[in-house]
C-alpha cells in the first residue's frame, strides 16, 4: 500500500505544477521572469535593416569556368541573394564544364528550396526559398491571393 500511496502523491504534484503552467500560459497579464531578465541578449542578423525588413541583394556573376561558380555558391547559401549568372563565357569556351556547373547550381538550388531558371541564351536566376521565378504559366504574381 506504501507504494501506491507514493504513486497518488507523484500524480497530485504532477496535476498541481500543470495547472500552474496552463495559469501562466493563458493569463493575460504578460509578466517577464527574473530567471530569464538577466540572460537575455538581443541579436540582430546582418541582413536585416534597422527597420526590420531584410535585405535582398540582386547580384550578377560572370562564369568563365567551373571553378567561377563558387561564390555564387556561397552567396546563395546565405539566403538572401538573387543570383544573376552570365554563362555565355564558360558556353563559348567549353560545353562539359558548362553542363557540370549547371548541373552543380541545381543541387545547391535544390538544397536550399529555392527555384531556378534561364532567360535568354546567356542568363540563369537562382532565388532563395522565400521567392519564385514567374515562367508565365498560371496566374502572374500580382493576381495571386496574399499569404496569410
Known amino acids: 500500500m506504501i507504494e501506491k500511496r507514493n504513486v497518488y ?3 497530485a504534484l504532477i496535476s498541481y505544477k500543470m495547472a500552474g503552467v496552463f495559469n501562466k500560459l493563458f493569463s493575460n497579464k504578460q509578466t517577464v521572469s527574473d530567471d530569464f531578465s538577466d540572460d537575455y541578449v538581443e541579436i540582430t542578423p546582418s541582413n536585416v535593416t534597422k527597420d526590420g ?3 535582398v541583394v540582386v547580384r550578377p556573376f560572370i562564369v568563365e569556368d ?3 561558380i563558387k561564390p555564387a555558391l556561397d ?3 546565405e539566403g538572401y541573394t538573387v543570383a544573376l549568372i552570365n554563362i555565355k563565357p564558360l558556353k563559348d569556351k567549353d560545353l562539359v564544364e558548362l553542363k557540370r556547373a549547371v548541373s552543380k547550381l541545381k543541387k ?3 538544397a ?3 527555384d531556378i531558371a ?3 541564351e546567356d542568363w540563369i536566376v537562382i532565388t532563395p526559398s522565400f521567392a519564385q521565378i514567374y515562367r508565365g504559366s498560371g496566374p502572374s504574381p500580382t493576381e495571386l491571393p ?3
Open 9 to 11: 502523491i507523484d500524480v
Open 53 to 55: 525588413k531584410a535585405r
Open 66 to 68: 567551373f571553378a567561377d
Open 75 to 77: 552567396a546563395l547559401r
Open 108 to 110: 545547391t538550388c535544390e
Open 112 to 114: 536550399i528550396e529555392g
Open 118 to 120: 534561364g532567360f535568354g
Open 146 to 148: 496574399p499569404e496569410q
